[in-house]
């Protein structure tokens, strides 16, 4: 265990590096010890200082303040570790960065954080609507929410809920139309595509099994609620996740059709992407959005 003055000089220098190596050639010492050093003194304080990659550092909101805190108060190290490590702390105060799919982030996330935000005004939540993989570390992120699968295997995820994918149409398009009783026929259908952000491509529809790329869609958006809305015009079928169809089915106004072809649904993530300590404005609000995403009042996934 390091003294609590080569804690802070371990964490002062680091902070004004671009890396632990940077910081281990500036001190004369290994890689290894500076950022076993940053990792107790983040033990000892309950906050993470820095968010980490395989290439870079970046100090987090509280890392900054206690820089400056640091600096000028390193003479009074009792006092500064008393205040970091007080009861206090668990009023929840401070910044909770979190990054979510659009239709997510809008319909879900900020009704499951009404009451949270209502009552915790010393609480910053800064909410990232991304549909593309979000750099966690230069957006400070401390909570994640994504649909699929995640890549990062450092992410302390927990699956939280379930999205099935139908395709619904209004009963008026149907009237007009026919009701597809297979995929060739949904294909003869004006149907709607979703633009990939990242691409510029449609993506492909999902089926149990296989694939299919719509080829003259009729309404092409990059917005999943877009679609919906097209949907619900009486434009279009579209294949749209069961969250934001399922109130519009139970109203009558939206029928789902080609049930018997639905994939397997996806999983919906809830993460932390570092490991470590977790503050206690950090869990709560972690802790509020896995309960909320099991919900089935909340997130609904069955009809």
Known sequence: MYDRFRLLKIFATAARSESFRDAAFQLRTSPQTISRGIKELEDQLGELLFHRSTRRIQMTKFGEQFLQDSNSLLSELELLFEDSTSPDREHYEGRVGITAPHSIGRGRVLPLLESFIWTSPACLIDLRLEDQVTDTVGAQIDIGIRVGMLRDNRFVAKEAGKVPLMVVGTPELIREVGEPKTISDLMHCPISGR???????????????????????????????????????????????????????????LVPVLRQFEPTPLPLYVYRPQRGPVPARVRKVFDILTEGFADEESFPSVI
């Open 195 to 253: 633009i990939d952000r990242n691409s510029g491509r449609v993506w492909p529809w999902r089926f149990n099994g296989f694939t299919h790329t719509p080829h003259n869609p009729r309404f092409l958006s990059d917005d999943p609620e877009t679609e919906l809305r097209a949907a619900l015009n009486g434009w279009t079928f579209g294949q749209i996740a069961a969250f934001l169809v399922i109130p519009y089915i139970r109203e009558g106004l």
